[in-house]
């Protein structure tokens, strides 16, 4: 089978203070408790996940049809893409199960007749799924299967998965669009190192990438889904109408290329470095990606609405927060195109302009966290 290619950017692995395993909402929780952060912040944490698991339980409640399944089905696959390796995706699995068991019950299925389950995990093969292994629970009610590759192609056999669950992994692009490195195109991105605030030719090559992923995206899980299967998805977007260079995550995007630029004119890195580099990262908001399903046409929508994000009016807390999390997913590829000797320097610096910033202050306009709920048609 052919696989789609993707460019990979691999979470921080491993256990370490920037690794994605500790700056994963749940562990972020576990910190606060540790720090004894405030009463109102873990308050805040909590709920956020909390909101969500209850979101998703209604939704399998509600939505999942397994009258249309076979009454002879003995196996219930659940796909979770750009799982990286922990502990969200336990959670997210573990929650999912919890749900389709209590829907079979309340049909009526005696639990002996219940299917089992079996786990796809999938992320990109340079994902670090020896810990995703190791993290496991030997009690987990579930069969286990890491499936290396890009979301973007086919993973699966035809019409082989019931449930496929995704979260803060589509807003990455498969490949940085080629113009906006092309310095004899209108979109090149001179100075920057996102769409954020650069010319709309710039926000267009994005856009247009996004559109095609999330088309490639959608045409594969189509084939891989069974008819009447549910997917769940979580993507950070901005709400409709919002301009990026209008909201606080445009303004960090800004905040972190200026950190790049700075390190230019110290003579650090050579403005031609910055200048070809460019993050992976698109948001989107709901009408768009409601147009490009839409368009894609296997699915319906089933809901769609913005999560409670776990962010408090704490800025000093809210600044933290964003640079751990910024370094846990944006030091692979930074790494890659400018090589280890800058990261600390470069986090160093985003963290003390972080700290002078009144963009934490308010952390309504960050961006929301979007819940979309799908059925294969
Ligand atoms: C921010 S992490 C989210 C991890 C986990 N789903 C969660 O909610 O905590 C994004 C993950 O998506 C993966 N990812 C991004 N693009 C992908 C692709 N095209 N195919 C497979 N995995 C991808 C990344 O490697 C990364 O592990």
């Keep these: 089978m052919a696989k789609q290619t993707s460019e990979a950017f691999p979470m921080n692995g ?4 920037y690794s994605y395993a500790h700056n994963s909402t749940y562990q972020v929780i576990l910190t606060a408790q540790r720090e004894k952060a405030s009463t109102e912040l873990l308050i805040v944490l909590k709920e956020g996940v909390d909101s969500t698991k209850a979101k998703i339980q209604a939704a399998i409640a509600e939505k999942l049809d397994i009258k249309h399944l076979p009454s002879s089905l003995k196996t219930f696959t659940i796909a979770d893409l750009g799982c990286s390796f922990g502990p969200n995706t336990f959670i997210a699995v573990q929650n999912i199960i919890e749900a389709v068991v209590l829907k079979y019950k309340s049909q009526g299925t005696f639990s002996s007749d219940v299917p089992e389950f079996q ?26 299967v890491g499936v290396p590759g890009s ?6 056999p035809k019409a082989s998965v019931h449930f496929v669950h995704s979260s803060y992994a589509l807003h990455w692009i498969s490949r940085v669009p080629p113009q906006v490195v092309d310095k004899s195109s209108p979109a090149w991105n001179q ?17 247009a990438q996004f559109s095609k992923d999330i088309q490639s995206f959608l045409d594969a899980r189509a084939q891989e889904m069974v008819s009447g299967g549910l997917m769940t998805i979580i993507i950070p977007a901005l709400p409709n109408e919002t301009p990026v260079s209008q909201s606080t995550f445009g303004a960090v995007m800004d905040l972190l290329g200026s950190c790049f630029l700075d390190m230019a004119k110290m003579g650090l890195m050579s403005e031609d470095k910055v200048d070809s580099f460019n993050l992976p990262l698109y948001a989107t908001s709901p009408k768009e990606l409601e147009a490009l399903i839409e368009r894609n046409g296997c699915f319906s929508v089933e809901g769609m609405e913005a999560l409670n994000r776990p962010m408090t009016h704490d800025a000093a807390y809210n600044a933290k927060l964003c640079l751990s999390h910024m370094r846990a997913t944006l030091e692979g590829p930074i790494r890659e195109h400018f090589g280890t000797e800058i990261i600390d320097e470069l986090f160093h610096r985003f963290a003390e302009k972080s700290a002078m910033s009144s963009i934490f ?3 309504d306009g960050w961006a929301i966290d979007l819940l979309v709920i799908l059925k294969r048609n």
């Design 14 to 17: 491993g256990n370490g203070p």
């Design 119 to 144: 786990v796809l995990f999938n992320d990109h093969s340079s994902n670090d799924f020896n810990k995703l292994f190791e993290s496991l629970s030997p009690e987990m009610p579930y069969y286990v």
């Design 151 to 156: 979301f973007h192609g086919r993973l699966f």
């Design 191 to 207: 100075g920057r190192v996102h769409y954020a605030s650069a010319p709309n030719e710039v926000l267009e090559a994005y856009s």
């Design 361 to 363: 202050i308010n952390s």
